[in-house]
């Protein structure tokens, strides 16, 4: 009965580990050697040492935390009303939530280009504002498949019109109960959905190199072209940066209530949910 | 001044009706329950008392206002749903709390409110557990103190104890009548076990394709059944074929039985009689003044029931006898007599198209 442990099976997984691996362990090699002859983070302290860097990267973490923030009004309103009211709309809203994934991002900025552009009733990209809500806005586009995934996934998981009769037969308002009910309990389903956007948007080029905006995807290509070591850098960072938010998603999406972010200990019974 | 009326309540789906011509009024304090096959329109009433659906006719009125067109929130009416439905987000004490906070009580208040009902369901010491962590039978009672604290006018229950095993359900039954006795609260309940209707109801309301059937108390539902729906689907019933044979007497398989004439029938008129199978015996009992031949098909033995099935008149027909220490059971195949009383006879309406 001594099972000998699959060898092919083993071999195709290393093949597979190798096939990530083994560009990302050469990529971290070779952002080290910026200092020739020695090991270093040279790089490294290079890039964050940058005003450039802290620049770009800050205007693309507020115009991504923007495009969470607006997703989420957009999505989680409009995602509850098809469960609760338009249950026979949800193979279309789900096929439209889709689209962004179908239409290039190249056609979608320059159809806000001529949208919006100079002889427009609504010349958005005339003014340096208006180009930063076109952008967000874009965002919000791209990351609408994932975001609306993730509300809709988390819907299913709870009897959204059950638990809204539940909260309205102890007099609760529509506001109040999404605000209370509804939304505490998707909210690591909002949280997947908002690390996912931030991600998205974070390093996001086509639409922001077109609208010409200060942010780090371009960033990210301009060091390309103008560097060796410090893009090596950089996407190391980006890397790391990607895992943490799914190492993050990870935990909020098996929290239960009551429990702490990592149980080491025994679930907490103080009480924590009246506040 | 009935506490609760429904009056000429219709409701339609599209084509689809599935509420027609509804009228009850349950008074100040009472517990009614809606019995019916599912499909029957028992939960669509609920929810239009509850608000929850709109009626296509007809006005609901609580304590003399009409209500008809507010909505659920704005109705005071207490819920406890099939699923549960605990907000899995907040312990027991938050779930209770809720319509509490809701109505806008002091934080003292609330407490104190919320320690009185924990205390009233007996769950006092897992106020801090979250849904997840409690049984079908304690999530249950946290949604019935839930629904009870806010002190709704009306408590509606919408098949509690369906999703639970046969031992909760049982008990918990006997905790939702002690609860709704101590605080005299108006309920509505809806099931389609006719025993928990049976056994917890100050009225029953047995309800068919939309309609209420018969409106009684529980032992006027099961002993004295006013449609043949009702007759066939509370408790069981073995049927005969009769004919109206004289002024005064009916013609069951071949036997004239005097004193069961249905009044404004005709001789030769066929109709059905009933009998529960608790009515019918193997032995002469006192007061049985009836009786038919048969012959036993088999028999089982269920501990405090012996149960026989003997074929009379042609027919194949339930007997249920209580068991004794000295009882034995019929043997198949035997012929027997099958004795029953006068009173016990139930003449069928005709089945109405």
């Known amino acids: 009965m001594n099972r000998r442990p699959p060898l092919l099976s083993i071999l195709i997984a290393l093949a597979g580990a190798a096939f990530f691996l083994v560009p990302l362990i050469a990529t971290f090699n070779f952002s080290l050697r910026m200092t020739r002859g020695e090991l270093s983070f040279a790089a490294y302290r290079s890039v964050i040492e940058s005003d450039k860097f802290l620049s770009v990267l800050s205007f693309s973490a507020v115009a991504s935390l923007m495009a969470i923030a607006l997703g989420v009004l957009i999505v989680v309103p409009t995602a509850y009303w098809v469960r609760l009211r338009l249950p026979h709309m949800r193979p279309l809203i789900e096929f439209l939530s889709l689209m962004p994934l179908i239409i290039p991002p190249v056609v979608l900025v320059f159809g806000y280009v001529r949208l919006y552009g100079t002889s427009s009733i609504l010349p958005l990209t005339m003014t340096e504002t208006g180009t930063n809500i076109l952008l967000v806005i874009g965002y919000v586009v791209l990351s609408v498949p994932y975001m609306y995934r993730a509300v809709d996934n988390g819907m299913a998981a709870i009897d959204i019109a059950t638990l809204t009769e539940a909260a309205e037969s102890l007099g609760a308002s529509r506001l109040r109960t999404i605000a209370f009910v509804i939304f505490p309990n998707i909210r690591s389903a909002i949280v997947s959905g908002a690390f996912l956007t931030f991600s998205i948007s974070l390093g996001e080029f086509v639409i922001t190199s077109l609208l010409n905006r200060p942010a780090f995807g371009p960033y990210l290509v301009q060091m390309g072209q103008d560097y060796a070591y410090q893009p090596a850098a950089l996407a190391i960072m980006a890397f790391a940066f990607t895992w943490v938010c799914m190492v993050l998603m990870e935990l909020f999406a098996t929290r239960k209530p009551g429990q702490r972010l990592l149980q080491w200990r025994a679930p907490r019974t103080v009480e924590k949910a009246k506040s | ?353």
């Open chain 2, 1 to 353: 001044m009935s506490f609760l009326s429904l009056s000429g309540i219709n409701k339609s789906f599209g084509a689809n009706t599935v509420v027609r011509d509804f009228d009850l009024a349950v008074e100040s304090g009472e517990f009614v329950s809606f019995l019916g096959p599912s499909g029957c329109g028992k939960t669509t009433v609920l929810r239009m008392i509850a608000g929850f659906e709109t009626p296509s006719g007809g006005t609901i009125r609580v304590g003399g206002a009409d209500v008809t067109a507010l909505p659920a929130s704005r109705r005071k009416i207490g819920m406890v749903f099939q699923a549960y439905a605990l907000f899995p987000n907040m312990s027991v004490r938050g779930n209770v709390a809720f319509g509490l906070r809701i109505a806008g009580m002091t934080r003292a208040q609330i407490d104190a409110r919320v320690a009185e009902m924990l205390d009233l369901i007996a769950l006092g010491h897992l106020a801090d557990r979250y849904p997840y962590q409690l049984s079908g039978g304690q999530q249950q009672r946290v949604a019935l103190a839930r629904a009870l604290a806010p002190r709704p006018n009306l408590l509606l229950l919408d098949e509690p104890l369906s999703a639970l095993d046969a031992q909760i359900r049982t008990s918990l039954r006997d905790d939702i009548r002690r609860i709704q006795r101590e605080l005299g609260i108006t309920t509505v309940f809806v099931t389609h076990d006719q025993e928990e209707a049976l056994s917890i109801s100050d009225r029953v309301v047995v309800m068919y394709k939309g309609r209420a059937d018969q409106i009684g108390t529980p032992a006027e539902i099961y002993n004295h059944p006013t449609t043949r729906f009702v007759a066939g689907f509370v408790g069981k019933l073995n049927t005969f074929d009769a004919r109206v044979a004289g002024t005064d007497s009916l013609a069951i398989g071949g036997q004239e039985f005097s004193g069961l004439r249905r009044a404004g029938l005709s001789a030769g008129v066929p109709l059905t009689v009933a009998l529960r199978p608790e009515a019918l015996s193997l032995h002469r009992r006192p007061g049985d003044d009836l009786s038919l031949p048969g012959r036993v098909q088999h028999s089982s033995f269920l501990g405090s029931v012996i149960r026989a099935q003997v074929e009379v008149a042609g027919q194949s027909v339930s007997i249920d006898m209580f068991n004794r220490a000295d009882a034995t059971l019929p043997v198949a195949g035997a012929p027997t007599e099958v004795w029953f009383t006068r009173d016990d006879v139930l003449v069928l309406p005709e089945a109405s198209a």
